[in-house]
């Protein structure tokens, strides 16, 4: 779980394990219901960012609040052009939206919303992610890139980001 607070809005990121046999559609269900009833106790908090595992992960976390700094815009269109193209070349890929880059400290993270299919397993749907994953950090040229938070959500019902 980590916690960021950009000027006085407050983001919690963290991650949900769910059952592997699930689809994607009702994992994100159950964790869509997940946030909405934490930000009705919570209403401090800005935004509720979840990351679906289909088994554990140990994670790294912050136990500090961090202040952030958002991307400068031109060098955030460069990266979501290198994002755009590489997530097109997935053909299970159906598209994107939320990217989202801060800098604290000496790290950078990225945050970006994928599509998929709402019937593809969620254990395919993980693999897909971790490959996703993996490429960005290859592909992104930012040094101090520390962590890439992905999070998949079914296309269907989606008329918001990019789709392909």
């Given at each position: 779980m980590n916690v960021f607070r950009i000027e006085n809005?407050?983001?919690l990121s963290l991650a949900i394990v769910v059952d592997d046999s699930l689809s994607l559609e009702k994992a994100h269900e159950l964790s869509s219901l997940f946030e909405s009833q934490l930000k009705e106790q919570i209403p401090f908090i800005a935004?509720?960012?979840t990351h679906l595992e289909s088994k554990t992960m140990l994670k790294?976390?912050?136990t500090d609040h961090l202040v952030c700094t958002p991307i400068e815009p031109k060098k955030k269109k460069e990266i979501q052009d290198s994002l755009s193209s590489l997530l097109k070349s997935i053909p299970e890929v159906k598209g994107?939206?939320?990217l989202e880059l801060w800098a604290a400290l000496d790290f950078c993270i990225l945050e970006l919303h994928i599509f998929?299919?709402?019937a593809l397993n969620i254990s395919r749907v993980h693999i897909l992610t971790?490959?996703?994953e993996q490429q960005i950090k290859k592909i992104i040229k930012i040094?101090?890139?520390t962590e890439v938070i992905l999070?998949?959500?079914p296309l269907e019902g989606r008329t918001d980001g990019v789709i392909f």
């Open positions: 809005k407050y983001f935004r509720i960012i790294k976390s912050l994107y939206h939320g998929f299919k709402g971790t490959e996703v040094d101090n890139l999070h998949s959500e």
